[in-house]
């Protein structure tokens, strides 16, 4: 499963942002939870919100949506690494 979304999103949205879209949000999930129910709630919100602020902020600020994603994404990761269990 992991290796189609990686294909499919290689080929529509390039290498950095698959990475940014499918990496980091697991990265800083791990970084916070204690099982594996918490990894996956905090990877599907973490992964969610990104995109979804990177999206509407791009709209506000007239900058290109993947770079706001990925410096979100890179923001949380940050952010949890302090906090890390």
């Known amino acids: 499963m992991v290796a ?3 294909a499919l999103g290689v080929k529509l949205v390039g290498g950095l942002m698959t990475a940014a879209l499918v ?4 990265c800083s999930a791990r970084n916070l939870s204690r ?3 918490q990894d996956r ?3 599907i919100c ?3 919100g ?4 990177g999206i509407l902020l791009s709209q506000v600020l007239d900058y290109p949506a993947g770079v706001l994603i990925i ?6 990761f940050v952010t949890t690494a302090v906090f890390k269990r």
């Open 71 to 76: 410096l979100i994404n890179a923001a949380i």
């Open 46 to 48: 973490f992964g969610a």
């Open 23 to 26: 990496a980091m949000p697991a």
């Open 41 to 43: 709630l905090l990877v």
């Open 50 to 53: 990104s995109c979804t602020s």
């Open 4 to 6: 189609i979304v990686v």
């Open 35 to 37: 099982n594996l129910l």
